[in-house]
């Protein structure tokens, strides 16, 4: 089993920056790629950003140039800087871990809302 636990949301104005962190915790050794998803109500969830043990790195093309992934293997930590932040930035995100069995862990996910 692995936690996920998310911090780092809050409130920011268009244009602002914001960074997220993800603690693992638990059967970390079992975590091959981690990622950001995002969700606003009435939408599903859809992927931002994810980053492989290696730092192979995969952005949503709207995020792509603001947005930037990192991960500490050693801290079993993931970051999101958000930079350039928009109003359509607004959601709730959530922290994604996949095994190298194919189990896919959620953290409880954090709010993160742009003002215009």
């Known amino acids: 089993q692995v936690q996920l636990v998310e911090s780092g949301g809050g409130l920011v104005q268009t244009g602002g920056s914001l960074r997220l962190s993800c603690t693992a915790s638990?059967?970390?050794?079992?975590?091959?790629?981690m990622a950001w998803y995002r969700q606003t109500p009435g939408k599903q969830r859809e992927f931002v950003a994810e980053?492989?043990?290696?730092?192979?790195?995969n952005y949503k093309e709207s995020v792509e140039g603001r947005f930037i992934a990192s991960r500490d293997n050693a801290e079993n930590r993931l970051d999101l800087q958000m930079n350039y932040l928009r109003p359509e930035d607004t959601a709730i995100y959530y922290c994604?871990?996949?095994?190298?069995?194919?189990?896919?862990?959620w953290g409880q996910g954090t709010q993160v809302t742009v003002s215009s």
């Open positions: 994604n871990a996949h095994s190298y069995q194919g189990r896919a862990y």
């Open positions: 638990g059967s970390t050794w079992t975590i091959a790629a």
């Open positions: 980053i492989s043990t290696r730092g192979v790195s």
